[in-house]
């Protein structure tokens, strides 16, 4: 099973520097919440460690700015 990760566009969780978190695997997608107790970003924090980095986030578009 491989996940890709995707930082996200969006506001910062306060008290953090790193932008949201997606997580894909096949055409499935959810949003990683910064908690520490939640599995899936403990499982994503692991994969930080193993050198690995995440997908930047998409520019947005037209529609996105204001």
């Known amino acids: ?3 890709k990760y995707q930082l ?3 506001i910062k ?4 520097d790193t932008a949201p978190v997606v997580a894909v695997l096949k055409n499935d ?3 990683i919440p910064f ?15 193993e050198g690995n ?3 930047p986030a998409d520019e947005p578009n037209q529609s996105q700015t204001i």
């Open 13 to 16: 969780p306060i008290g953090s």
């Open 29 to 31: 997608t959810w949003s």
């Open 35 to 49: 908690n520490p107790d939640n599995t899936d970003y403990q499982e994503y924090l692991k994969w930080l460690a």
């Open 1 to 3: 099973m491989i996940i």
């Open 53 to 55: 980095t995440p997908l």
């Open 8 to 10: 996200q566009l969006g």
